[in-house]
C-alpha cells in the first residue's frame, strides 16, 4: 500500500475509494466496503499515473465511466467531498459538461460546465458556485476537490482553494441511484482522459486535509526511509 493510499484510508468520514489501478478486467475495486464497480465504455487500463506510488490510472473516452450499484453511503447529500486526480485529454466542447459525480436530479453536480468552469451544482435545479476562471489545461495532472456542508463550499486545485462566484444555496438531496464515477447520470457527461484515486466522503474535507493530500500525492514517501533515500525506495 503506498502512502497515499494509507493518508486516504485514514481521513474521516471516506466512505469509499476507488484507486483505479487496474491493468486488467471490468472492475474497479473499491477499498472501504468493497463496493466495487464496472468499467463501461471505451476505456483504458492500465495508464500512466501520476500519485506517488500508486501505480497506473484508467484512461476514460467519451461516455465512459464507472458503474456502481447504488448504496446509500454514496449518497451523503448536502455534506459531502469527491476528490480525485485527473488528466484531461479534451476540453469541454459542444454544451456537454464533464462530471465528476452526478447521480441524479437534485443532487450534486461536481465537474466542468461549459465555459470549462468548474463549478457545484444542484442537479436540475441551479447552480450553487462556480470558479471565476475557466480551466483549460489539457497536458497536465491536476488533483481536484469539491466539497460543500450546507451554506459552506470549496473547490480546490492542486491543494489551492480556487476563487468562486457564490450563486446562491440550495441543499442536495441523496437519492436511490445507482453510482456512475466520472460522469453524469446519464453516461454522457464523461470526464475524458486519465484518471486515478477517486475518493467520496460523507463531510467536507478541510483546507489542512486537501493540501496534505495533494502534498502527499505529489511526493515520494516511505517509511522504510529513515537515510532520505526515497529515490531508491517508493513506496
Known amino acids: 500500500?503506498?502512502?497515499?493510499?494509507?493518508?486516504?484510508?485514514?481521513?474521516?468520514?471516506?466512505?469509499?475509494?476507488?484507486?483505479?489501478?487496474?491493468?486488467?478486467?471490468?472492475?474497479?475495486?473499491?477499498?472501504?466496503?468493497?463496493?466495487?464497480?464496472?468499467?463501461?465504455?471505451?476505456?483504458?487500463?492500465?495508464a500512466a499515473g501520476s500519485v506517488k506510488g500508486e501505480g497506473t490510472g484508467v484512461t476514460f473516452a467519451q461516455n465512459a465511466y464507472v458503474a456502481v450499484p447504488t448504496n446509500a453511503?454514496?449518497?451523503p447529500g448536502d455534506t459531502i467531498s469527491i476528490e480525485c486526480w485527473t488528466k484531461r485529454d479534451q476540453i469541454v466542447t459542444g454544451g456537454v459538461w464533464q462530471c465528476f459525480y452526478d447521480p441524479a436530479a437534485n443532487e450534486g453536480n461536481f465537474g466542468f460546465q461549459s465555459s470549462n468552469q468548474l463549478m457545484i451544482r444542484k442537479d436540475s435545479v441551479a447552480f450553487v458556485t462556480q470558479s471565476t476562471a475557466s480551466y483549460t489545461?489539457?497536458?497536465?495532472?491536476?488533483?481536484?476537490?469539491?466539497?460543500?456542508?450546507?451554506?459552506?463550499?470549496?473547490i480546490y486545485i492542486d491543494g489551492v482553494a480556487i476563487a468562486l462566484t457564490d450563486v446562491g444555496n440550495q441543499t442536495l438531496?441523496?437519492?436511490?441511484?445507482?453510482?456512475?464515477?466520472?460522469?453524469?447520470?446519464?453516461?454522457?457527461?464523461?470526464?475524458?482522459?486519465?484518471?486515478?484515486?477517486?475518493?467520496?466522503?460523507?463531510?467536507?474535507?478541510s483546507a489542512a486535509t486537501v493540501q496534505a493530500h495533494y502534498v502527499r500525492g505529489t511526493t515520494l514517501q516511505t517509511s522504510r526511509d529513515p537515510w532520505g533515500m526515497n529515490g531508491f525506495f517508493g513506496t
Open 73 to 75: 453511503a454514496l449518497h
Open 173 to 205: 438531496v441523496a437519492s436511490s441511484a445507482d453510482l456512475k464515477l466520472l460522469a453524469d447520470s446519464a453516461g454522457n457527461e464523461s470526464v475524458v482522459g486519465t484518471s486515478q484515486c477517486y475518493a467520496l466522503y460523507n463531510v467536507a474535507l
Open 1 to 46: 500500500m503506498g502512502a497515499y493510499q494509507s493518508l486516504v484510508l485514514a481521513t474521516s468520514g471516506l466512505v469509499a475509494y476507488w484507486p483505479l489501478n487496474e491493468t486488467s478486467g471490468t472492475t474497479a475495486n473499491e477499498l472501504v466496503a468493497g463496493r466495487n464497480g464496472t468499467y463501461t465504455g471505451t476505456v483504458t487500463l492500465g
Open 137 to 154: 489545461d489539457i497536458t497536465n495532472w491536476h488533483h481536484y476537490v469539491f466539497t460543500k456542508n450546507g451554506a459552506t463550499w470549496a
